[in-house]
């Protein structure tokens, strides 16, 4: 029976596989990137080609999926591990421009740009940005001249646009249901001191420590990249760390518990650190006094934000009489669209705008699940989509660089070693590697956090992907490293070390 489950999975990834191939051919040839082709995508109607391209996504998520239940994977490793590999196998065969745009979304974002809102044609803005007479920039220039700078360019335009809007859309979902799941005043009220500690010291001491790698292996890199290189290490998913506990049956030990404490801790902490880092980074806010001035500033407006919304949310019920579906859906989506206006207002970031709302929702706890139960549906489509788009922009060609393997390895060292010493500041009676291992998986914020520090211009494409590698590297590593751990020098049922 399980030979016969196993070969039945297999058969829907070699089905769902050849979908993916048939739909791509299908649509283009395996010819060189070309003036006809680009033209040929451009003269289709738009909104059909950007349904095109975004139900290949869909399909690519759909396999993600399965492959994360066949290796029992959380979704998200699956949906971003299929659109590494997808991505980088139609962008090597050079079967469409798309994948090429796709893979160079920081670069073609500022394009998109520069067509709304200036005069420039796109051949003139890609030499603004661009020195196309630059050995170095010859060919990058030519290609992107090749997908853009065509009179039937508006295609490929729109749908760059289309798909990012599709992806955020997703975002906003993922860190609004993030919110409603997250019961802040409990998780703060439970935790144990001890908590707070291994919390605090898994964010700051892989920020310093990345800080302190990305000044040494990038030292022409600006302060702005260092920093937002750094953030990117400090967060922990409480998703995962559950996920991998309950996995191996050690949910109910003292140090799974300390662990998924500190880990929640970690995903509030974790969103307004990156949202406040995401802000200081563009508005330049680089000095000391000015770091500590918009830390009070964007503190006060959070909780302000925050407590209007608890305030306002004991209105909201009466509204939930009208109808039956149409109103309740249109509640939580107009808070979030309302939060990330006032966050974006108030010019503290909207990474963590959509997560307030959440906050805030959790306080109807008699609505809740049914908040949660139509909002699920739409975070099941847009978020899985969000994932393989993320993994689609990682460019493995860069790891054939020796600078780009050596700072890999490095901030994976720092990754790693960082979350471990949070473990060591716990008591004797506690496995400190049991701790500190489960405080490596990196998760959601991260990936939301380099994305748009990707099309903000922030980080390139080589930290980009270096940054993705380092979250699939953790993610996969934690699980089977604790699990041997416990194999080795632990009892059957919790983490206390064998005599």
Same mark, same amino acid.
């Given at each position: 029976?399980?030979?016969?489950?196993?070969?039945?999975?297999?058969?829907?990834?070699?089905?769902?596989?050849? @979908?993916?191939?048939?739909?791509?051919?299908?649509?283009?040839? $395996?010819?060189?990137?070309?003036?006809?082709?680009?033209?040929?995508?451009?003269?289709?109607?738009?909104?059909?080609?950007?349904?095109?391209?975004? &139900?290949?996504? =869909?399909?690519?998520?759909?396999?993600?999926?399965?492959?994360?239940? *066949?290796?029992?994977?959380?979704?998200?490793? &699956?949906?971003?591990?299929?659109?590494?590999?997808?991505?980088?196998?139609?962008?090597?065969?050079?079967?469409?421009? =798309?994948?090429?745009?796709?893979?160079? !979304?920081?670069? $073609?974002?500022?394009?998109?740009?520069?067509?709304? @809102?200036?005069n420039l044609s796109v051949a003139e803005t890609i030499n603004h940005y661009y020195a196309p007479d630059q050995p170095e920039t010859r060919e990058f220039v030519g290609r992107l001249s090749d997908v853009f700078a065509t009179n039937q360019s508006s295609g490929m335009v729109l749908l760059g646009i289309a798909l990012w809007i599709f992806s955020n859309f997703g975002v906003f979902l993922l860190l609004f249901k993030l919110g409603l799941e997250t019961k802040t005043e409990e998780i703060i009220n439970a935790a144990e001191p001890l908590a707070f500690l291994v919390s605090l010291t898994g964010i700051f001491v892989p920020f310093f420590l990345g800080l302190g790698v990305g000044l040494w292996l990038l030292p022409e890199a600006s302060t702005s990249v260092h920093i937002f290189i750094a953030a990117t290490l400090s967060t922990t998913s409480a998703s995962m760390t559950t996920s991998i506990f309950n996995h191996l049956n050690r949910r109910e030990s003292r140090e799974a518990r300390l662990v998924i404490q500190a880990a929640f801790l970690d995903d509030i902490f974790g969103m307004f650190f990156l949202s406040y880092i995401t802000t200081i980074v563009l508005g330049d806010k680089l000095t000391i006094s000015e770091m500590f001035a918009f830390f009070f500033y964007s503190g006060f407006i959070f909780v302000g934000i925050i407590i209007l919304g608890k305030w306002l949310v004991k209105y909201i019920p009466q509204f939930f009489n009208f109808d039956e579906l149409h109103t *309740?859906?249109?509640?939580?989506?107009?808070?979030?669209?309302?939060?990330?206006?006032?966050?974006?207002?108030?010019?503290?970031?909207?990474?963590?705008? #959509?997560?307030?709302?959440?906050?805030?929702?959790?306080?109807?706890?008699?609505?809740?699940?049914?908040?949660?139960? !139509?909002?699920?549906?739409?975070?099941?489509?847009? #978020?899985?989509?969000?994932?393989?788009?993320?993994?689609?922009?990682?460019?493995?060609?860069?790891?054939?660089?020796?600078?780009?393997?050596?700072?890999?390895?490095?901030?994976?060292? =720092? $990754?790693?070693?960082?979350?471990?010493?949070?473990?060591?500041?716990?008591?004797?009676?506690?496995? +400190?590697?049991?701790?500190?291992?489960?405080?490596?998986?990196? &998760?959601? $914020?991260?990936?939301?956090?380099?994305?748009?520090?990707?099309?903000? &211009?922030?980080?390139?494409?080589?930290?980009?992907?270096?940054? =993705?590698?380092?979250?699939?590297?953790?993610?996969?590593?934690?699980?089977?490293?604790?699990?041997? !751990?416990?194999?080795?020098?632990? +009892?059957a049922d919790n983490f206390i070390v064998k005599n």
């Open positions: 029976m399980l030979s016969l489950s196993n070969k039945q999975n297999d058969l829907h990834i070699i089905i769902a596989i050849t @979908t993916i191939l048939l739909l791509a051919s299908s649509s283009v040839h $395996a010819t060189p990137l070309s003036e006809e082709m680009v033209k040929q995508y451009s003269s289709m109607d738009p909104f059909s080609f950007v349904l095109l391209e975004f &139900g290949l996504i =869909v399909i690519l998520a759909l396999v993600g999926q399965i492959l994360s239940k *066949r290796y029992h994977l959380p979704n998200m490793l &699956g949906e971003l591990i299929i659109g590494v590999v997808a991505g980088n196998f139609l962008y090597w065969l050079d079967w469409s421009p =798309v994948f090429y745009m796709l893979m160079h !979304l920081g670069d $073609a974002s500022e394009i998109f740009k520069s067509i709304w @809102t200036s *309740r859906i249109l509640i939580p989506i107009s808070l979030i669209v309302s939060a990330s206006w006032l966050a974006d207002v108030f010019e503290i970031g909207t990474i963590s705008s #959509a997560f307030i709302a959440g906050m805030i929702m959790n306080n109807m706890p008699e609505r809740k699940e049914l908040i949660k139960s !139509l909002v699920a549906p739409l975070e099941k489509i847009f #978020a899985p989509v969000f994932f393989v788009f993320v993994g689609m922009q990682v460019n493995l060609q860069e790891f054939f660089e020796a600078e780009i393997l050596w700072l890999t390895i490095a901030l994976l060292i =720092v $990754a790693i070693s960082g979350k471990v010493s949070s473990g060591f500041v716990t008591r004797k009676n506690i496995n +400190h590697y049991a701790v500190g291992l489960g405080m490596i998986p990196r &998760g959601e $914020a991260v990936l939301i956090f380099i994305s748009i520090g990707k099309l903000l &211009g922030i980080i390139d494409d080589s930290i980009f992907s270096v940054i =993705v590698i380092i979250v699939l590297a953790t993610d996969l590593m934690a699980p089977w490293v604790i699990d041997r !751990l416990c194999a080795i020098k632990c +009892h």
